[in-house]
């Protein structure tokens, strides 16, 4: 089983994989938890690129080195590791290529869905949760924990397009997404991750 982490930057989604994580291992599933971009060598040498190069990066570079990322990530880590019985968590996958640089770059969605395809190995999720959070409550967040990267630093009218694009994303695909009320409180977040992976195990 593959389950992505979706949602806009201070969204909590990557505490609500550590989370899911033990829960699942406490069922009794073999469960391995990563990330796109950096679940790789070569990832973790592209995301640093992604998400610290101080100059500018032209969207249609950004979103190739993004797919670059998956390309190897897919082939070596994840299908490996699904064809061996594991239950894979990812932090991000296709959906965020499609709501960051489709929706917030403005490049074609309908090229970037198929270079993912390509990227993929047409490997989609199983289940995907999409943490759901207004712009203004993610960047008091990340402001409150951390230094902000290259993308947490664009504009907030950015990042109200992220979430508007997950949102049309999950709008399309209403089988394979949970929507996670992100603006709650961790556990109440918890609360609401629990159900969906009990409902999708069921």
Do not use: W
């Not at 797919?67 to 990530?73: C, M, T, Y």
């Not at 949760?129 to 990267?149: G, H, P, Y």
């Not at 089988?175 to 977040?189: C, G, H, S």
Request: proline share 2%; charged share 25%.
């Amino acid at each position: 089983m593959f389950i992505t982490f979706e949602g806009a930057d201070g969204s909590g989604k990557s505490t609500a994989i550590t989370f899911a994580k033990d829960y699942l291992m406490s069922l009794g599933y073999k469960v391995h938890a990563t990330r796109n971009p950096g679940g790789t060598e070569l990832g973790i040498r592209l995301r640093e690129i992604l998400l610290n190069y101080d100059g500018e990066v032209e969207p249609l570079a950004e979103m190739l080195m993004f797919l670059a990322d998956r390309a190897q990530h897919v082939s070596k880590e994840i299908k490996p590791l699904l064809e061996q019985g594991y239950i894979v968590l990812c932090d991000r996958y296709i959906d965020s290529t499609v709501a960051y640089q489709g929706y917030g770059r403005d490049l074609s969605i309908q090229q970037i869905e198929t270079m993912n395809s390509i990227a993929t190995q047409n490997l989609k999720p199983d289940l995907t949760l999409l943490f759901n959070i207004s712009t203004e409550i993610a960047m008091q967040r990340i402001d409150s924990t951390r230094t902000k990267d290259r993308l947490e630093s664009e504009m907030s009218e950015f990042h109200h397009k992220v979430a508007l694009g997950y949102l049309e994303i999950a709008r399309k695909e209403p089988e394979r997404f949970t929507i996670i009320d992100a603006n709650k409180a961790l556990e109440k977040v918890q609360i609401q991750v629990k159900k969906a992976i009990e409902v999708f195990l069921a």
